[in-house]
């Protein structure tokens, strides 16, 4: 016979006996005696009592988790969806003042319509931009072995086909890397494009993509000879809506490093820059070797 | 209803939007005989003749259906599942308008049967063309099944 018995001690606590009692039998078949074992485990039980607290607890907050991750994706859709309405009204309804009021309105009128416009499309970009960078933390990441070169000279022809640029981009033969493809393409897209836009003032823009291998790791550069910035603000770079140059030097909504940085951060690297005030930045990002999986 | 034609069927709960669309399908003269609706609700019943739309000629039909997705009452999800689970109705083109790319109902759509999905853009230039683009195609080269 075995039991787990709950007692009192004298001073008055409660403790926990693992009692097992065994009956001695006499030739007769009659039990003549018992002895009793008693095992203290009030210590086994407390412990048993904290490991159910805190699965308990565990499992409480997973689904917590659970229910915080819906309610962020269903505040994604209403941010994108319920935010972009009213402005498409905005721009929509100043257009229309615009080609129905044309003869009423004069060259200062158009201007302020165009600046309510050019505002309402920059309000849009902000939404897109943040709506992708917060849903990079839902993402899980598709690692394989990525052809940087390949994959940095299709972003260029990329960029190239979506805007017209005149800077030289030489991409030098790059090392390949396991990560997620898609991800490390708008790194580049982020990186190269910047490199575009802030050397678009200089007469000949130039931009150079290199690799080199350091302790297991790759590091990648994209080095441009553009506005450049200077070395004490390089660490507001890469935070979200952190901007060194203004929309009218610079176009921007400060989300696209604060992307790149995110994704870099995914893949277990770092991304840091160089600059000086015109001469022109250097990005580097780090990423694991192709041959060390995870 | 008086009219015999309905070539459009805008079905839009916000009314800047389908003052807009209404607005860029006038400018490609396409909009004489546009019927706007401002919930799902409406829609299924002007569709199936029922409600405050009984007695209607449901054999009316409008050659193409701009349906919104997020509407109050009934969504544009379910009056396409309707549409399209319907012998007679499953035939219109529907072309679903709405605000976001990252809807999770666009694959949904497609299962369902949608013609075409359209992502209003808030630049209103690429609305008005998106929405001219697609009524013009759908009106006038698209060859309904006979």
């Known amino acids: 016979m075995e039991g787990e018995i709950r007692n009192k001690a004298k001073n008055g606590s409660l403790y926990w006996v693992e009692t097992t009692i065994i009956p001695f039998i006499n030739d007769e078949g009659a039990v003549y005696q018992y002895m009793a074992i008693k095992t203290d485990i009030t210590l086994v039980k407390r412990i048993e009592a904290e490991r159910d607290r805190i699965e308990a607890e565990r499992d409480e907050r997973s689904a917590e988790l659970e229910a915080v991750n819906k309610e962020l994706e269903s505040f994604s859709y209403s941010v994108s969806h319920d935010l972009r309405a009213p402005l498409r009204a905005i721009d929509g309804y100043a257009l229309i003042l615009e080609e129905d009021y044309e003869n009423v309105i004069d060259a200062e009128g158009k201007r302020l319509l165009d600046t309510i416009r050019h505002n309402a499309h920059y309000m849009g970009n902000l939404i897109d931009d943040l709506l992708s960078f917060s849903q990079l933390g839902r993402k899980d990441l598709a690692k394989t072995l990525v052809n940087m070169t390949t994959l940095a000279n299709a972003t260029v022809v990329e960029i190239g086909r979506n805007k017209e640029h005149n800077a030289t981009i030489t991409i030098n033969p790059l090392h390949n890397v396991m990560a997620d493809k898609a991800l490390i393409e708008c790194v580049l897209v982020n990186l190269l494009s910047n490199a575009i836009k802030y050397s678009s003032k200089k007469e000949k823009p130039s931009i150079e993509v290199s690799s080199t291998v350091e302790n297991n790791e790759v590091i990648f550069c994209v080095k441009d000879n553009g506005a450049g910035f200077e070395m004490e603000y390089a660490d507001k770079l890469f935070g979200v809506f952190q901007r060194l140059h203004s929309v009218e030097e610079f176009e921007g909504t400060g989300v696209g490093l604060a992307t790149a940085h995110r994704i870099i951060n995914k893949h277990g690297g770092r991304i840091w820059a160089e600059g000086e005030v015109e001469k022109g930045a250097s990005f580097y990002f780090s990423l694991q070797t192709e041959n060390k999986k995870q | ?146």
């Open chain 2, 1 to 146: 209803m008086e009219n015999n034609v309905i070539e459009i069927l805008l079905v839009e709960d916000n009314m800047h939007d389908a003052e807009m669309t209404i607005r860029a399908l006038k400018k490609q003269n396409i909009a004489n005989n546009l019927i706007h609706l401002k919930d799902g609700a409406m829609a299924l019943d002007f569709l199936f003749g029922t409600g405050e739309y009984s007695g209607r000629n449901t054999q009316i039909k409008p050659k193409v259906i701009l349906l919104d997705l997020k509407m109050p009452k009934v969504n544009g999800l379910e009056v396409l599942e309707k549409i399209k689970a319907n012998e007679d109705t499953k035939k219109i083109p529907v072309v679903v308008l709405t605000s976001s790319k990252e809807h999770p109902d666009i694959e949904k759509c497609y299962e369902l049967g949608v013609n075409s999905y359209i992502v209003k853009p808030v630049e209103f230039t690429n609305f008005i063309k998106a929405v001219s683009d697609l009524g013009l195609y759908w009106l006038l080269l698209n060859q309904p099944p006979q």
